[in-house]
């Protein structure tokens, strides 16, 4: 009798912990087709390994290189992870987590995190710490990051956070419950279409331009981390226009890098060398670049690495060129179909581009 | 520490834990322990105002106790050599010698409640009616104050009257007093009820912490799925009131009356339901009051320790008082005795429920709110004759389910449109606000959409809709006995998947986490 009730009792566990599970996987965000950037996180598990260089931060590198460029042209392999807004703690997290995948020759951090000194907004650390994997750095950067609404349980069990969604729930939700949609190239989210700059920002004075100690705590760390595990740390910061980088700011980087023997470049110097012309480069004005200028901006850093850093030419080795070659169908075909796009609706209608006549 | 918090679920898991690992001869210390943790979260410094009510209410009752017993056992050894009058006049003089310490006592505690709760409430008026403008002195309420306040002076008035000797340790007594489940919103328990159930060892029992277990996530269920969402169109409604008038208004009454109910018998039964857990038997709080046919029967049935807390311990004592005897001689003799012998008691009863009013708030509106419910149950009273006179002309009518049904939802309309002055918390606007309703005539609000302007979606409606359905059938299920008991006689599957769907339906549909205003319990303020 005891033994029957044992059993009913963890079936009974059983059902509930699986329907949970399950409930949390249907109610959690998908981020296929709105802010498809949630998933930048969490796709580069299946891309773990074989990379020399790792660029981590926020828009401004997943937005502003083409790691296929890169590929293509100077056969080095590269991944982004990038996310929206990526404090620089969560940077230096993903970095240690990535050296447990993997060790790649460079490591390339974009500085515009500096300015954030505290935890800034709840949707934007969800879209960078729940796509990372259970690890010690998970841990410690949900830490870092949470904001005073945030709790930490609700990191360990999303369902706390995202039951709500239940009145929201789509066919996506359905479609992909046990799978998801490829939509990155190496952590690039790819856009074609042309927004031009209009006007440049006015530069505000701040009260004070000197970047936190946390921030300088977590470069520092930075710089050690990747000393410990013989990686190059290379500092830059990318041609966005927005927001205001400033003079004090990139004299403090330079400062910085040149204390700590780092390389450092500030793309928004460099526009010219690059090539970047913000009339036809950019898809919202400035703030990131498209396809095009990412590609420019590939293939000027992509020089600059290999003669900083010797990378090797992988293109020769048949099984990675097998590889990448799939990456760069996949990558030259979403290129081909979002140009298609273009044509056809005068918007990428499927690529998160706005519908111009519904402005 | 809110019980619908993360923390606190964590900090129940650790005090489960440590409960049943303890040996039992200290698990009324670890109780004790974990009261004071909890009560200390809310910030360290109000455990002063609990510690000073419970140390001084402690040594009174001592006190007095100590006292009775001398007194006792002196009259016992000179019983013989004493006449009647002579045992009278000693009792007369050991009662006066007890009171000292008992009014001290009792006017210490109560006036440190009335300093912390009604000291602006005074400054309030006294600005508005001399002109002047004194500062407010803005005290930080302490936790729970009203309610252990209370249920420390209960102890000492029975100490007092002899009804039991004080306790003897002071760590139970604290443990009494401070209670964590119970310390916020009560009920506000009896040392007699209590004692024992609370100091006693409880073996680890499988049914007890499961019925305790379920009692929580039903109390989890009305607050977080009920309560807190309904919170959201009741705030809209109440905190614009020029927007929302007339048929609004009316909205307003039944949504908040629904969101009180849910919200605070959604917290005694999170609070019975942990006591248990624990072992611990509280008192009942609530029968059901909706299904009361009238207002008096409401009020029995409506947070019934705070009720027969005022009953035995103001309205008793306020009527057989000497003035009050006095009163209901004279106007016997002026009124004659129908009328004469109405008057001492309606007296006592709008003392009593200007007394309760002032308990629920530090305002004019709650003492409004006394005031009317006293008007209802007088005026209720008086019409006792008509309705006698119906029922003996009509006797089929009053039996049947429809009249039933009209006395229950008389009563629940009734009470409903009373307790709108509990929301806008100003007189004037409140009585504004209703009047809007009979002139306003804008109906329409129903049909036309207006409801998803609340805050609340369709989605949010049908939960609603669906809770209150919910909540509805197990009043109903439980008139007949505990539906905890009718479960656990149901088969395995049935039981563990109605578990299932409680326990889920708290999880997906609670309005809690972020989006949510973590909502406390409206009778935590009290």
Redesign the interface.
Known sequence: MKKKRFFTVLIALCLLVGSLWFLQRLLMPKYIHDIIEGRLISEYYDNAGGNDVIFVGDCEVYENISPITLWEEYGITSYIRGSAQQLIWQSYYLMEETLKYETPKVMVFNVLSMMYDEPQNEAYNRMTLDGMRWSQSKVDSIKASMTEEEDFLSYVFPLLRYHSRWSELSGEDFQYLFQTKKSFHQGYLMRVDVRPVTSYPSETPLADYQFSDTCYEYLDKMVALCEANGVELVLMKAPSIYPVWYDEWDQQMEEYAEEHGLLYLNFLDLTEEVGIDFNTDTYDNGLHLNLSGAEKMAHYFGKILQDTYQLPDHRQDPEVAAQWQEKADFYHAMEEDQYRELEEYGYLKSYGGRNPNEE | MLFTS?EFIAFLAVMFLLYYLVPKKFQWLLLLAGSYVFYAWAGPHFLAYILTTTGTTWLAARWITRMQAEQAAWLKAHKAEMSREERKAYKAEGKKKTRRPFLACLLLNLGILAVIKYTDFFISNVNGIFGTDLAFMRFALPMGISFYTFQSMGYLIDVYRGKYPAQDSLGKFALFVSFFPQVVQGPISRYDDLAQTLYEEHPYDHRNISFGVQRICWGFFKKLVVADRLLVAVNELIQNPADYTGAFVLLAMFLYAIELYADFTGGIDMTIGIAQVFGVKLVENFERPFFSKNTAEYWRRWHITMGTWFRDYIFYPISVCQPMLKLSKASREKLGQALGKRIPVYLSTAIVWFVTGLWHGASWNFIVWGMLNCLVLIVSQEFEPFYAWFHGKFPKVGKTFWYRLFQVGRTFCLMSAIRILDCYRDVPLTFHQVGTIFTQGNWGIFADGSLLALGL?E??WAVIAIGVAVMLCVSLAGRSGSVREKLAAKP?PVR?ALY?VL??SI??????????DASQFIYNQF
């Open positions: 993360f979606s989605a949010d395995l563990y299932w326990f889920v999880l997906v549909f609670g309005a809690y986490g972020i989006g949510y």
